[in-house]
């Protein structure tokens, strides 16, 4: 392996959805959605094959619009969502689809790279998550570890939680929960907690960060101006259930325990502007990876409030099977395990492989 | 006849030559003779004394003529005729003196007759006194026996008189309270009472001397026991009860309680040093003093000197003073804990003077003892915590005034006189502190004062100045504005950005005068004025620098990202709230993007009044302005023209693709200098990269990607002054109308000429 270079995989298209592919847990598997107003839009699957330090990849055509999310069924690897944007009659609405890959994608992509944007296969539709009466769709959230039948979807002010049925060939609304404020409330990111038996949600609103039960729909907490501008992004703790990430428009990444949501455990200011988005490691929940429209991807290690608050940070089997000893390759080597989206020489949105450990 | 032949100058040698023939014939051998007889040797000479006439006359025969002969003839003849009446003259003169001794010696002999006589009177007498006198004595002998018996009966009866009458006496005295005479009187009688005490009338008396001294011992012992006698009456009784032969012991005891109760009564009323200094130290020293001289440097007598009474008196006295002196030093320190107020120092100094002068007093007193150390501790304690009060009191000083300061700026501003107010609550602002600090300095230097007792301590002269005052009070305080300065960084911006960015920006340069120069102007103050010698490890002057730098860079780093954040705020809002896609053909600029270019000129005012203007690049000479000027009118403005009228997405997407590929990649925040233009520069980057970002995340419509041309076209403007680097500002708006028209569903951009047209109007 590698370790120096770098693996650059270039899109014709900008792009500023990525996911990991949670289902799949064999291979370190990517998808990317790409932005056109004027093309087709694509999503890119990409595989990054750590032995050889390459990149295996095929293209399926997503013909419904400029992607802004794509979020991965945890149980098939086959089912995905994507939120796009639909321009109609001067009005542009970001909808939300569940879809299936074709069952002969893997099959395509092992051709030449040349073939596969002659070729590109379809994505299947399986449903719609039908928000016309909600207004745009900020995210779909599968439940965590689910079975993949249960997703959410955030539509302007409004939490929606489908169940899908047949397949995920049909969607029905089972529940509904709706933020109530004076002016115009908007979710603008949210993450499905996959502790206490996937009950809780939390999403972001302008500067506040709100809690919610999904058993009774209803708001548990509110941590009001959480960040001093609009917060981008949320993620949780894969192994502390009560901690919690944030970043924002105010440059920082703050962590909470959302026992107490009066202060912060800790704060970063680490980035120089606004921080689109932030991501524990799976398996090692003291890696963090936040992006920022300042150009840079920063990794931190933040031991102190990690589930190894004490050490053995860096475990050489868990790591990778050939890394060298010392702890400065390994971070090197791990940052090299994530990808990221470069556009506009802004960096927004990143994901840890859910493979990379397992 | 020969004399008449004597030349007259012959005379005075022919006078001694008589005298020393007189001398010869008397047998005195002067020693001047000596000479002339070895010139005498010569037979011929007539004077020598072995002249021979013989061969003088031969030789003058067989020489003279006969004329000479006759002439020397009678030349001799003269001599020998001047010769006898000399000879004559000395004769009778001698036979005078004769006669007249004859006289004398017969007058003599005429007077011892006379007083033989008288002495054989005197003699006779003498016998007959002798007689008298042996007859009387004989018969006194009798009666002096007698009467040395007599007189010494008459003493005896006296003092018997005395032993008699001592009993009565000692009641009178008693009765007077004359306890002195009384115990004198009785020492004087006791030991012949002991010794007689075997006769029956000297008992009765001794046993009535017993009574009464009994009853003046306990009348002494009661007088002790009551409280309110004056030390100096207490040790009278102390005194006569020692006399009286009280066991020592039991007296030192007694003595100290009782002194301890008197000091404790003090102690209770003692609210103040100076009451605590002029009452009970002085009365503690009276105590020790008395005590000293009764127990401890009396002279021994008797049996008291077997019992080693000093050294047992000496322990108990050391034993009294340190409990005594540690109570009234744990109320000193209360007391002076007490003395939270830090306006006047010199009453705390001269007060820990008073009392730390007074305990010298009981080193004298009593040299072994550990109370003066224990005081001289206090006062170093008392010190310390002086010191910490001090910083403390500058802490909330800088705090209050930063809050003045605070005010200050919210308060409405007064046109343009209000904007150059900061400039002037800076200097007033650091005025102050420096004011203060100096007015704590000299405060503090009390302590070390040349007429304060304690300032000679090592503590004082060394720990103090150095550790206290340079590193406690001075050191501590500009960290502590550091810090605190830095705490305003990290609390900002949380929930509701509570400092407001101008104070920021006041803090900021504050802290980089402290590192330029009022932080080593401070220390060399100080150790000038405490004479400092370091002799442990001292903050250097450096450290402090730096951290007052790094203090500074931080709040200039933080004001930038806030003022940045609020206009990115602006811009962010103005983006998102509106609908790109339907909206109408612009004709104005929008007024958001005014209110961007007002507050960058508010910003540009209050950061040129605290800082310099800065290094711009090379256009921001003559020629900027030059470059200003055409480029407002419409036909350089081809120049820029390609980046604002896209022919086509895909090319603007290629454009700002090279672009970036050959200019410098920005840091949108990269640490500012201490300038105006380095700030502007940070504060724009955030802004248009905000706007960057916002444009990028919606769709736009054709009208909607003319509206942005507009209002960068606007920017470009009035922001380029502002920078470092137009090239920069140029940069960034074009990857905005670049990304605009990226994002833009029906890309026909406008007209340069018309945004020149609108931008102008408006």
Redesign the interface.
Known sequence: MDDDAPVIYGLEF?A?ALTAQTAETDAIRFLVGTQS??FDNQIHIIDFDDENNMINKSVLLHDAGEIWHISGSPADKAVLTTCY?K?SE???LTCAAVWRMPPEWESGSHESPDDSSNNPQTLELLCHLDNTAHGSVACVLWEPLGDGKRVISLAENHVLLWDLQESSTKATISSTATLEGKG?LKFTAGKWSPHHNSTQLVTANDTAIRGWDLRSMSQIYCIE?AH???VRDLDFNPNKQYYLASCG???KVKFWDVRHINEPVK?LEEH???VWSVRYNHSHDQLLLTGS???RVILSNMVSISSEPFGHLVDDDDLSDNEENQQEDKYTSLSLMYLRLV????IHFHHFSSAQFS | MSSATTPPDSDPTGRRRVHSMLKLYYGLNEEGTAAEQAESLDPCDINGPHFDPEVYLNKLRKDCSLCELMDHESCMVKQIRSLDSDMQTLVYENYNKFISATDTIRKMKNDFKKMEDEMDCLSANMAAITEFSARISGTLQDQHAQITKLSGVHTLLRKLQFLFELPARLNKCLELQAYAQAVSAHRRARCVLQQYSHMPSFRGIQDDCHVIMEQLAQQLRQKFRDGGSSAKDLSECVELLLQLDEPAEELCDKFLSHAQSRLEADLQGLEFIDRGCNEFVSSLCLVIASYQELFINRPQEGELASKNIPEMANGKLHVFVDTLAARYFSLVERRIQEEKGVGDNSLLVRALDRFHRRLQAITKLLPGSAVPSHGTEIVVRAARERIKQYLSALQTFYHDSLTDVRQALAAPRLAVGGASASGELLTSLSNFILNQLKSVLASVHLFTAKDITFSNKPYFKGEFCSQGVREGLVVSFIKFICQSSRQYCESAGDRGGSTPPALLLLLSRLCLDYETSTISYILTLTDEQFLVQHHTPVTPVTALCAEAREAAQKLLNHYVKVQGLIISQMLRKSVETRDWVNTIEPRNVRAVMKRVVEDTTSIDVQVGLLYEEGVRKAHSSDSSKRTFSVYSSSRQQIRYAPSYTPSAPMDTNLLSNIHKLFSERIDIFSPVEFNKVSVLTGIIKISLKTFLECVRIRTFGRYGLQQIQVDCHYLQMYLWRFVSDENLVHFLLDEIVGSAAHRCLDPSPMEQSVIEVICERG
């Open positions: 900008q500023r107003l004027k944007s321009t001067n009005r542009v115009q101006n001093g501008q609009l428009d105010d440059c704060c120089s502007h606004w429209s300042d150009s556009q506009y020489n802004s």
